[in-house]
């Protein structure tokens, strides 16, 4: 089984927002999920016929990646989440 990484053209979020219309939709590269078998230094999309054999894989990648950005899983309670206390203007 080919190695696999994190997509570089989303970095591992499957989508796109286009930054002149604003509209967004999956990753050209991975097809919308956010990883990619690198084989012999090339990215290449992952088949839909090879998802069961590489979910535990690829959840895993995921859940690092998610911890990267600082998600835990805990649950918070809306008043303790840092983006309730900011201020909007």
Known sequence: MPDIVRCH???GYGWYE????GEAGDC???????YVYWIDGIDKKIPKADYGAV???????????MRELG????????KDQAIRK????
């Open 55 to 65: 979910a535990d894989k690829l959840e895993k990648l995921e859940q690092a990646r």
């Open 9 to 11: 053209s989303c970095d």
């Open 71 to 78: 998600y835990t899983g805990d649950a918070k309670h809306p």
């Open 28 to 34: 050209d590269w991975c097809d919308g999920v956010g």
């Open 86 to 89: 900011q201020d909007v203007d």
């Open 18 to 21: 286009d930054p002149f219309t």
